[in-house]
């Protein structure tokens, strides 16, 4: 299996612009996670998905992120309007069980 | 709510030298608990899991980790670490009641040739 694929790896962008990170859960996995990773915060959940509905999306920051997931090989975390804030490494894990989570490679994101 | 303390920010040791990760874990019940590494610019990689039994479990790359539940811990361990072995570690616990991680602050090793 290819594990779970993240695009693009890297996106830079200007403040304002809308920012969409995707990802594609291992074949198989039920539950769908996004993770944003900053040297302040550490590593903080935003939100997860099980059988591509959102169960808990408590740790999204504010109304200008969303996440979708229209069906089980697919997810998007979108940022609009994105803000120099927001500049984190995302990641998104899957998991077959919800526990033993494997993670993606991450998205690297920079607001100017 | 479940919450864990990784309380070395940073450990420095030598190549060959033995390995100690701490980490303690606030949960009611019996705890869900995972070591996972992350090397420079990569995603984490799971490392062992604990979910119930044997207190000491085996992980991949040669660690192992100590479920005590007196001390609320579970520590990681390696015998002799390996200069590839330098890395981000953490430390999660995961409820019963819900799908999803708890992660501690991290652990930054650092290994001496």
């Known amino acids: 299996d290819a594990g779970v694929i993240q695009s693009p790896r890297h996106e830079v962008t200007e403040m304002g612009q809308e920012v969409t990170l995707r990802c594609k859960p291992i074949s198989g996995h039920d539950y769908l996670f996004w993770y944003r990773q900053t040297m302040m915060r550490g590593l903080e959940l935003l939100i997860y998905f099980n059988n591509n509905v959102p169960i808990d999306d408590s740790g999204m920051p504010e109304d200008r992120f969303s996440a979708k997931m229209p069906n089980a090989s697919f997810s998007t975390l979108k940022i609009q309007p994105s803000e120099p804030r927001d500049s984190a490494v995302y990641f998104c894990a899957s998991s077959s069980t919800g526990y033993e989570q494997y993670f993606g490679p991450g998205t690297r994101l920079t607001v100017t | 709510a479940q919450s864990v303390t990784q309380p070395d920010i940073h450990i420095t040791v030598s190549e060959g030298a033995s390995l100690e990760l701490r980490c303690n874990y606030s949960y009611g019940a019996t705890p869900y608990l995972f070591w996972y590494v992350q090397s420079p610019g990569q995603g984490l990689q799971l490392l062992l899991k604990?979910?119930?039994?044997?207190?000491l479990v085996q992980g991949i790359k040669g660690f192992e980790a100590e479920f005590k539940r007196s001390q609320s811990s579970f520590n990681l361990r390696k015998p002799s670490v390996h200069w590839s072995d330098a890395a981000e570690y953490f430390c999660a616990v995961g409820a019963d009641s819900a799908r999803q991680l708890t992660f501690g602050s991290g652990t930054q090793l650092t290994v001496l040739p």
């Open positions: 604990y979910f119930s039994g044997d207190t």
